[in-house]
Nanobody, 120 residues
């Protein structure tokens, strides 16, 4: 059974930094596409940053130049380095991995999230 779990969230002051980690277990294959999403209270889930095999990396405009997504293929893990955090970055941050068999109807994988709160 594939599992994803996030860590590294917490309370940080505006302008501060955090590093989120997403670890995986139970997978016998490498994920081609992994990403970080976030969801603030009352808001829709938003794609923050993604990385695809071949080093294709994309960021939401609101976090570009502040956040960096890093992938460790040896561990099937991703990280999110967040700098110059702003109150509007406050959200539950979730790790996502695309199921390589999704074209056969299998669901993608999600972690339960780690909470990031940016406040003075």
């Amino acid at each position: 059974q594939v599992q994803l779990w996030e860590s590294g969230g917490g309370l940080v002051q505006p302008g501060g930094s955090l590093r989120l980690s997403c670890s995986t277990s139970g997978s016998v294959f490498s994920f081609d596409f992994m990403a970080w999403y976030r969801q603030a209270p009352g808001e829709e889930r938003e794609l923050v940053a993604s990385v695809r095999t071949g080093r294709r990396i994309d960021y939401a405009p609101s976090v570009k130049d502040r956040f960096t997504i890093i992938r460790d293929n040896t561990k099937n893990a991703i990280y999110l380095e967040m700098n110059n955090l702003k109150p509007e970055d406050t959200a539950l941050y979730l790790c996502y991995a695309e199921n390589p068999y999704r074209h056969m109807g299998y669901p993608d994988f999600w972690g339960e999230g780690t909470l990031v709160t940016v406040s003075s």
